[in-house]
């Protein structure tokens, strides 16, 4: 059966997305070959909505508290677009921006979680 998911980040600079991950994130790796980190990620869990037309996909990182979470990835070099922006009854979201032109989100949610 499943045992895992493997997401994969597009970059126009992957050792520098690689290093951000490792250094500003400290997420735990392992070198599959070649300095090509595969990055061990927080629990997880998978929500399906509504969309006029299937096949989107998208990746959130959640934390407890966005401020400060923001804060110490800013120290570490990462920088986000634009103010933390509140979706009611869902969670406060904003834009980072990782070297290498990667986008991703960052989310403190407000309902219940899975994890």
Request: with cysteine.
């Amino acid at each position: 059966m499943i045992t895992g998911i493997h997401g994969i980040l597009f970059s126009s600079d992957p050792a520098a997305t690689r290093a951000c991950l490792r250094d500003a994130f400290g997420w735990d790796h392992v070198d599959a070959h070649d300095g090509w980190l595969i990055f061990r990620l927080p629990p997880a869990e998978l929500g399906v909505h509504p969309a006029e037309r299937g096949g989107q996909h998208q990746l959130y990182l959640m934390c407890d508290d966005l401020e400060p979470t923001m804060a110490q990835l800013r120290q570490k070099g990462v920088e986000f677009e634009g103010e933390p922006r509140a979706d009611r009854g869902v969670g406060t979201f904003i834009t980072a921006v990782l070297p290498g032109e990667v986008r991703i989100s960052l989310y403190q949610p407000d309902h219940l979680t899975a994890i």
